[in-house]
C-alpha cells in the first residue's frame, strides 16, 4: 500500500485562476481539502496570459493561501490548458510496404510518430488522436496484424499558438513551482463529465464559460473535433453594461436575476419593469432582447461546428460551465436550431471523491480541476521548503501534454524557471540579507594585531614630533 498524496492543481479561466488541493487515498480514493481564486481580468484573458507580471502574482498569492491554510510546502502543480487557439485539425500519412504483410506495433508508432513532427506557422501540436488507418479500402481503428502493403493513418492534431505553453511555463516557474504535469482542459473534462456509452455513440460536450465557449464532439469513442469560441456569459454581461449605460457588476446581478435566452412568448412581452437601482428601472423585454440576441449569436457558433455531426450525435448535446446555468438555454437553442436532445450538467454526484470544501461544489464549476486531481498522481507538496535550485533543471524535451488518448506521453515535464529579475532581488529575506551584510563588514574590518601595529606606529610618530618639532 503507498502513502497519500496531496494533489495541487491549477486552472488558469477566462476571468480567474482557480486551484483545488485534494488528498488521495493509496486506494485512488480523492479527499478534496481547500480551494483557493485570484480573480485575474486583466492577468488572463480568454484562457490565454495576458500580462506575465500579474499571472506570476496571483499564482503566488494562490499558493501562498494553501500553503498558510495546509500547513505544506506547494513544490509542483498539475496544469489544465485551454485557450481561444486551441483547436483541431486533420492530418493524414501514409507507408508503402514491399509486399502485403502484417502490419506491425512499430509502423504504426512509427507513423504516429511523424505526425506529431507536423509543422503549423506559429503553433505546436499538443496532442495527436489517430482517427482511423486504411488499409486498401479497409478501415479500421486496430490496424496491428492486418494483411496490407499500404496504410495510411488519418489523425486529429490537437494545436495552439506556441506562446500558449511558453508563457504558462514561464509563470509557473516565476512563481517558484515546478509544473508536475499539463493536461489539455477541455478533453480532460470531457473524459469526466462524459460516460464511455455517451462518446460511443456520439456526443457533443459545450463548456460555456465566462470569456470563451469550447465545443467538443466524440463518435465512436473516439475525439473528432475540438474549438474554442472567443464568447461567453461575460460578453452577454457586457452587452447589458453598454446598452443599459449601468456598472458591470449591475449588468452581472440583472444576468443573473432575470437573463433569458428562451424566445419571448407573446404573453410575456409586456411592460413589466426591473429595477436597476432606487431610482432606475428597464423594461423586462429590452433585457430580454439584449440577452436573447447575443446569446442566440454564440449558440449559431456553436452549431456551425455541431451541424455536420448532427445526425450521429445519439446521446445529444451536454451543455457545461457556469454560462450554461442561464434561464431557457436548451429551449432556445431548440428553438434556433432544431435540434432537441439538449441538456446541461455540472461536476457529477462525487462518487469517488468527498469534499470538506466549504460551500455548494456543484455551483462552484470545479469539474476540471477535479478531473485533474482524480488524474494526477504525483506528491505536489512537502514538509519543508524546496531547495532554492530546485527548479534550475534542464529539460532535454519540451514538455508533452498528456490526455487519455495521447500515444507518446513521457511522463513528468520539468520547466526551466525566469530569469532572475530586480522584482526577485527585491524579495530577498532581510534577515538574511543583513546576516551576509555582516559577514561582508567583518571580513573589512582589521584584526587586532593589525589594530596595535597601527597604535603603535602612531606613538611612535607623536614622540618623534615632540623631539624634533619641525
Not at 430 to 436: F, G, I, Q, T
Request: hydrophobic share 35%.
Amino acid at each position: 500500500m503507498g502513502a497519500e498524496k496531496n494533489i495541487v492543481a491549477f486552472e488558469l479561466g477566462s476571468s480567474a485562476i482557480r486551484a483545488v488541493i485534494g488528498q488521495k487515498k493509496p486506494d485512488g480514493s480523492l479527499q478534496l481539502t481547500g480551494y483557493a481564486k485570484e480573480v485575474a481580468a486583466e492577468s488572463v484573458r480568454k484562457g490565454v496570459v495576458n500580462n506575465i507580471d500579474k499571472t506570476i502574482a496571483a499564482i503566488a498569492s494562490i499558493r501562498k493561501h494553501i500553503e498558510q491554510k495546509h500547513k505544506v510546502f506547494v513544490t509542483r502543480i498539475y496544469v489544465g490548458v485551454t485557450g481561444q487557439s486551441l483547436h483541431t485539425v486533420g492530418s493524414s500519412v501514409s507507408r508503402q510496404q514491399e509486399a502485403k504483410m502484417p502490419i506491425t506495433e512499430e509502423l504504426r508508432d512509427s507513423i504516429i510518430d511523424e505526425n506529431r513532427t507536423s509543422v503549423y506557422p506559429n503553433a505546436e501540436v499538443l496532442d495527436v488522436i489517430p482517427q482511423e488507418y486504411r488499409l486498401g479500402t479497409h478501415l479500421t481503428t486496430e490496424p496491428v496484424g492486418v494483411m496490407s502493403d499500404r496504410i495510411e493513418g488519418c489523425f486529429k492534431n490537437i494545436i495552439a499558438r506556441r506562446s500558449l505553453r511558453e508563457n504558462i511555463s514561464q509563470c509557473v516557474a516565476g512563481a517558484k513551482l515546478e509544473v508536475a504535469d499539463y493536461f489539455i482542459s477541455p478533453v480532460l473534462l470531457a473524459d469526466y463529465l462524459l460516460s464511455d456509452n455517451e462518446k460511443r455513440s456520439g456526443c457533443a460536450l459545450v463548456d460555456f464559460g465566462a470569456e470563451t465557449t469550447t465545443v467538443v464532439v466524440y463518435e465512436k469513442n473516439i475525439l473528432r473535433h475540438l474549438v474554442v469560441i472567443p464568447l461567453g456569459g461575460a460578453t452577454i454581461t457586457n452587452d447589458i453594461a453598454q446598452v443599459l449605460h449601468i456598472e458591470h457588476s449591475e449588468a452581472e446581478q440583472l444576468k443573473l436575476a432575470h437573463g433569458d435566452a428562451a424566445p419571448l412568448d407573446a404573453a410575456a412581452a409586456d411592460d413589466k419593469e426591473i429595477a436597476i437601482s432606487n431610482d432606475r428601472r428597464v423594461k423586462a423585454s429590452l433585457l430580454h432582447d439584449i440577452v436573447a440576441a447575443r446569446q442566440q449569436e454564440i449558440l449559431a457558433n456553436v452549431w456551425q461546428h455541431l451541424r455536420d455531426y448532427a445526425d450521429r450525435l445519439i446521446s445529444g448535446i451536454i451543455f457545461t460551465g457556469g454560462a450554461s446555468a442561464m434561464k431557457g438555454l436548451e429551449k432556445a437553442f431548440a428553438g434556433h436550431h432544431g435540434f432537441d436532445k439538449v441538456k446541461t450538467r455540472q461536476l457529477p454526484t462525487p462518487q469517488e471523491f468527498t469534499s470538506s470544501i466549504k460551500g455548494d461544489i456543484q455551483q462552484m464549476n470545479l469539474a476540471t480541476l477535479v478531473a485533474m486531481l482524480l488524474r494526477g498522481d504525483q506528491e505536489c507538496t512537502s514538509e519543508q521548503p524546496a531547495e532554492p535550485d530546485l527548479f534550475h533543471e534542464s529539460p532535454d524535451t519540451a514538455p508533452v501534454f498528456t490526455g487519455q488518448h495521447s500515444q507518446t506521453s513521457n511522463g513528468v515535464v520539468r520547466e526551466q524557471p525566469k530569469p532572475e529579475t530586480p522584482a526577485d532581488k527585491e524579495e530577498e529575506p532581510v534577515e538574511e540579507k543583513d546576516a551576509e551584510e555582516a559577514v561582508e563588514q567583518k571580513e573589512k574590518r582589521p584584526g587586532f594585531f593589525s589594530r596595535m601595529g597601527r597604535m603603535g606606529r602612531s606613538l611612535g610618530d607623536w614622540a618623534n614630533r615632540l623631539v624634533d618639532p619641525d
